[in-house]
């Protein structure tokens, strides 16, 4: 008798779906250079809310969040795609690249709308201390609207560069994004 053939399906795997160059050639491709600033920018994003002590942690925290994690993320992938690791890894990374960076901009989307909420909750108001003669007094002037936040002028600048970041790393993640669906039809 003879041994029954072995069943290839059973036996092999597919071979991985990838059409980025792997190793430090990808960087020299525009995907890899829009991962690279999206790194950037987040990490800056992430320094800016961290460093304005965050005045308001319930709509701040979720800013905090979103560039933590996708910073980690996006390390990760690029980490993944420069040591050549995604070719061993198989799954269709096409597919993968275009969910990531869509829940990555839906994500940071959200993100840069509570920081912007939150930077223009200061509605340009002045927050002075005069002296007086005997003591200092606090003279805060309320902006028109349904939310208020009293952040000090650094505070409030630090979160208006936080927000063009934010809305900068959007606008990278939506680039990355539309690369990924080219990739992902072809």
Known sequence: ??????????TTFPTPTISLP??????????????????????LVW????????????????VMFVSVTTFFLSSAYLTLLITGL????????NFLDLVYHFIALIFYFGAFV?????TAANGGANIKIMSNSTQHVMCI???QGNIFTVLSERQYSINVAATIFSFMVTL???????MGVKRWRI
């Open 1 to 10: 008798m003879s041994e029954p053939a072995t069943n290839p399906a059973a």
């Open 22 to 43: 792997l190793g430090l050639e990808v960087l020299r491709t525009y995907s890899g250079a829009l991962v690279c600033l999206e790194i950037l920018f987040g990490g």
């Open 47 to 62: 320094i800016l809310v961290a460093s304005s002590n965050v005045p308001v942690p319930l709509l701040q925290g979720w």
């Open 86 to 93: 995604a070719d061993r890894i198989n799954t269709d990374w």
């Open 114 to 118: 509570l920081e912007a909420a939150t």
């Open 141 to 143: 002037t309320y902006p």
């Open 172 to 178: 990278l993640y939506g680039c990355s994004m539309l």
